[in-house]
């Protein structure tokens, strides 16, 4: 299968992305897994992306990589959790957190383990709201709101 690879010394985001399941680009120790129902890939490491390919074939499901097929306990996974799981790095009662924010790549890099609390607090700038953490635009009063969570209680 190896020798179906692609070299290339581009940046990811210029390559066109292929559908041709038996090809794969490497790019800077980078590899493109597709997705089965989408024209999107998911990026793996080099050293673990053939592991990876062989515990799919791996979809779209709400914006993350999943396996089809059933590899823990008879349960699919998604692709950032396998990842960890390789590199002996996943924690049961943790969350994987991608630091980008790009859901699809999961290369160990970008990856990292962290509570539930930890991850909200890394969350993206959701639309809304203002440029500030915690303030907010009430649509029914029409005024700017502020909150603050402290122990997952919620302060005004």
Known sequence: MAENLQVSTQNRDSLPITKNIYQRIIIR????????????????????????????????????ARSTRNIFNGMQVHMHRYVMYLYNMLDENLVVDHKDGDKLNNEIINLRMCTNQENSNWSRYRPHSSKYRGVNWNKQRGKWYAQIRIGGRKSI
């Open 29 to 64: 120790h980078v590899v493109q897994i597709p997705l089965t129902n989408s024209d999107k890939v998911a990026y793996v490491d080099l050293l673990i992306w053939q592991e990876v390919y062989e515990a799919g074939p791996w979809y779209l499901h709400h914006g993350y």
